[in-house]
Every structure is written in C-alpha cells, then in structure tokens.
C-alpha cells in the first residue's frame, strides 16, 4: 500500500477499490493522517482502527456500514469524519471523547433520531445530516444545538426545497421575536412553498 505525502501530511487512498474488507496491514501504518476508504463494500470496520492514533481526516462514504466500532472514539486527532451514503442508524456512545472533531458529514443513512453525544462535541463546526428520515422534532433538536454550540449545518438534500423547508421552520419555532418569525413565515410562503408545505404553515401559531 502506497502511501503518499499531500500537502505535507501522510495519506492513503483506497476508494473505488471493491474492498469488503480492508487489509490487516493498513491498521498498523500508525504515521497514518489521512484515510480514504470510499465506495467500497464494507460492512464493518475492526476494532483496531484506534491503532491509527495520527488520524486526522477519515472517509468512509459510499460503503455497506451499519455500525462503527466505538474503537473509533479512541482516535483522539481526528478532526474530519465522514461515513455519508452508508446505513448507519446509530452512533458509537462515546463519540463524545472526537474533542477534536471538526466536521461531521452523515448524509443519506438511516438516523431516525439525532445521535446521542454530539452535544458534547464542542469543537464542531459543520454537520451534514442531509437525506436521513429525521423526524420535525429532531431536526428541531439539530436546531438547538446549533444555537448552542455555534457550528453550521448542512440539511441539503435530493429535494432542496423540501429539505429547505424543514429547515427553515426548525427555525421558525424555535423563534421567539415576534417581527422576525413573521419575516421567515413570510419568505417561507411566498419563496419557496406550495401544496403540503403552505397548508403546515397555516397551522402554526406564533409563540
């Protein structure tokens, strides 16, 4: 396995491989700062990943994973994670100790409730929950956290305007000024909805 050097830091790129199964050597390149492991077709991921302790940017898109191993966690320098296109519906419980987690990209899986300890993730900065079946109230919660903690999220979607929609009235009743709640109402119905969308909207009351 060739690793090589780009932009100064030691990376491996195994994607579009057809890997079921990622060789037992990989995980002993500790000096390892970036791993790309995208569109194959892995299942799992052994517990031995923590072995890379130099990891910084580990991609996982476009694979058959249904879990990660809490082992993960363990790779206290990792700053970028994206696992989008996979089957996830669950997060390792200690995903809280990622503190130097940056970015989080968990599009098109299979969340039905936002994951446990991102909250305590108080480094992030971007997060990417598109194309997950998130209910009103989830997503409501995304909304929440992201007053709190300060980091951007990402809601995009196949279905731009739909997913803009939910977005947007997240926000809307998390409002409590009165002018600027009825500003977004306002965009929501004249921009960027029709049918379903403006019949919700009827419905809601202000705070």
Not at 83 to 93: A, C, E, G, R, T
């Amino acid at each position: 396995m060739l690793i090589k050097i780009q932009f100064g830091k030691r990376v491996l790129d195994l994607s579009g491989k057809s890997l079921s199964k990622v060789p037992a050597a990989q995980w002993e390149l500790t000096e390892l700062e970036e791993l790309h492991l995208s569109n194959n077709y892995l299942k799992e991921l052994p517990a031995s990943i923590n072995k890379l302790r130099n990891l910084r940017w580990l991609s996982l898109d476009g694979n058959q994973l249904r879990e990660l191993p809490h082992s993960i966690c363990e790779l206290s320098n990792l700053t970028v994670l994206s696992v989008d296109n996979n089957q996830l519906s669950v997060l390792p419980s200690n995903i809280k100790h990622l503190k130097n987690l940056r970015v989080l990209y968990l599009d098109n899986n299979q969340f039905t409730t936002f994951p446990d300890g991102i909250g305590e993730l108080k480094g992030l900065r971007l997060l990417s929950v598109a194309g997950n079946p998130l209910t009103l109230e989830e997503m409501r919660k995304v909304v929440k956290l992201q007053n709190k903690i300060g980091f951007l999220t990402d809601v995009k979607g196949k279905d731009m305007k739909y997913s803009l929609f939910v977005f947007m009235l997240c926000i809307v009743n998390e409002i409590t000024n009165v002018l600027l709640y009825d500003l977004l109402v306002y965009l929501l119905e004249e921009v960027y909805l029709t049918g379903f969308a403006k019949r919700y909207l009827q419905n809601l009351t202000c705070h």
